[in-house]
Antibody, heavy 120, light 106 residues
Framework: EVQLLESGGGLVQPGGSLRLSCAASGFTFSSYTMTWVRQAPGKGLEWVSAISGSGYTTYYADSVKGRFTISRDNSKNTLYLQMNSLRAEDTAVYYC?????????????WGQGTLVTVSS | SYELTQPPSVSVSPGQTASITCSGDKLGNKYACWYQQKPGQSPVLVIYQDTKRPSGIPERFSGSNSGNTATLTISGTQAVDEADYYCQAWDSTTRVFGTGTKVTVL
């Protein structure tokens, strides 16, 4: 059974930093593209970032480019999101999700999410 | 930037058919997928590659995609189908989600 468990969320001041982790199990982690998706309170889903299975290729939404860094440690089956220069508008539940290796790469497994609150 | 537009809400009576649209420029030329999200829960994939259902998704969920519109159809809607639904497609290397539709089963 695929399991994705996010951690690292919390309250941080504007301009601060936070690192999210996503521990994966139940599948060959290194074979799959992994993604971060966020959801602001009461709002819709927003794609944040993605990383290839090898970790060599990364993608970012314009809203986080230059501030967030996605990475992975395949030896630890763990995905990360380093978030710097945080803003109030980054407040959201952050989900990690696994991309299914079929055309269109739908997200077939999601974690339970971790809440990030940016506030003074 | 690429946008996917959904109606904010759809209401349906139990046992009836609910249709949720997702509009985007030349969306029919892309693969669309759909996610269901119940309150306080993580999203769940219900349709991928326009029309396919993942294992475990009931047959009452179906999808289509043509022109500028993808559609998620729930036939014989049940109370458990009450949720938010999001379409999603790709714009180059960017994954784009639709604005979301709240389905209410009256």
């Amino acid at each position: 059974e695929v399991q994705l468990l996010e951690s690292g969320g919390g309250l941080v001041q504007p301009g601060g930093s936070l690192r999210l982790s996503c521990a994966a199990s139940g599948f060959t982690f290194s074979s799959y593209t992994m993604t971060w998706v966020r959801q602001a309170p009461g709002k819709g889903l927003e794609w944040v970032s993605a990383i290839s299975g090898s970790g060599y290729t990364t993608y970012y939404a314009d809203s986080v480019k230059g501030r967030f860094t996605i990475s992975r440690d395949n030896s630890k089956n763990t995905l990360y999101l380093q978030m710097n220069s945080l803003r109030a508008e980054d407040t959201a539940v952050y989900y990690c999700a696994k991309a299914w290796e079929v055309a269109g790469e739908p997200l077939d497994n999601w974690g339970q999410g971790t809440l990030v609150t940016v506030s003074s | 930037s690429y946008e996917l537009t959904q109606p904010p809400s759809v209401s349906v009576s139990p046992g009836q058919t609910a249709s949720i649209t997702c509009s985007g420029d030349k969306l029919g030329n892309k693969y669309a997928c759909w996610y269901q999200q119940k309150p306080g829960q993580s999203p769940v994939l219900v349709i991928y590659q326009d029309t396919k259902r993942p294992s475990g998704i009931p047959e009452r969920f179906s999808g289509s995609n043509s022109g500028n519109t993808a559609t998620l159809t729930i036939s014989g809607t049940q109370a458990v189908d009450e949720a938010d639904y999001y379409c999603q497609a790709w714009d180059s290397t960017t994954r784009v989600f639709g604005t979301g539709t709240k389905v209410t089963v009256l």
